[in-house]
């Protein structure tokens, strides 16, 4: 398939597909990470005993739609049981 570059577009046959730039990437890395990694900031505040496990479904589970961030959210908000 030729790729061609027009107007800062990435072109190929009828698919259009923005390309960022460096300082739009870095801008929206800076957003969007703490919001990413907020589970795993909410564990470690309140100290979860299963840290490690969080972080993994928070991280690893995050390409599923999502589905990771919020099962590592209502994880990092409920009370272990002591």
Avoid: D
Wanted: charged content about 5%; aromatic content about 14%.
């Amino acid at each position: 398939m030729p790729l061609v570059w027009h107007n800062g577009l990435l072109h190929c046959k009828e698919l259009i597909y923005p390309v960022l730039s460096a300082q739009e990437l870095l801008f929206w890395l800076v957003v969007m990470l703490p919001f990413i990694l907020l589970p795993t900031f909410i564990g470690w505040w309140r100290g979860h005993p299963n840290m490690p496990g969080l972080v993994a479904v928070n991280v690893l589970l995050l390409p599923f739609f999502g589905i990771g961030w919020v099962l590592a959210l209502v994880w990092a908000i409920t009370v272990p049981e002591k």
